[in-house]
């Protein structure tokens, strides 16, 4: 298995981001995805999750704010981030929620 992260980078209070996934070496359309963050000094939390059959469920710090979906053509999993504070900041990870790899994960800095 393998999971690419993109899409982070250094953003304004207030401001959003789209992270993107791209899995490999799974069979993805018949896997529930997640998103995971690491803040600093922080263990590292579940912020987001969808099924196979697109039911979602959002941490409470996010929900409202963030949007996770998938496209299966694609193996890709997204997270649509909007108004982003600097409680937001940390490394965020994707996983399959069926297998204990993870990726290398893309950082996201929210400056107030």
């Known amino acids: 298995v393998q999971l690419m992260e993109s899409g982070g980078g250094l953003v304004q209070a207030g401001g959003s981001l789209r992270l993107s996934c791209a899995a490999s070496?799974?069979?993805?359309?018949?896997?529930?995805m997640s998103w995971y963050r690491q803040g600093p000094g922080k263990p590292r939390e579940r912020v987001a999750a969808?099924?196979?059959?697109?039911?979602?469920n959002y941490a409470d710090s996010v929900k409202g704010r963030f949007t996770i979906s998938r496209d299966n053509a694609k193996n890709t999993v997204y997270l649509q981030m909007n108004s982003l504070n600097p409680g937001d900041t940390g490394v965020y990870y994707c996983?399959?929620?069926?297998?204990?790899?993870w990726g290398k994960g893309t950082l996201v800095t929210v400056s107030s």
């Open positions: 996983r399959c929620i069926s297998n204990p790899t």
């Open positions: 070496g799974i069979i993805f359309s018949v896997n529930d």
């Open positions: 969808i099924s196979s059959g697109g039911s979602t």
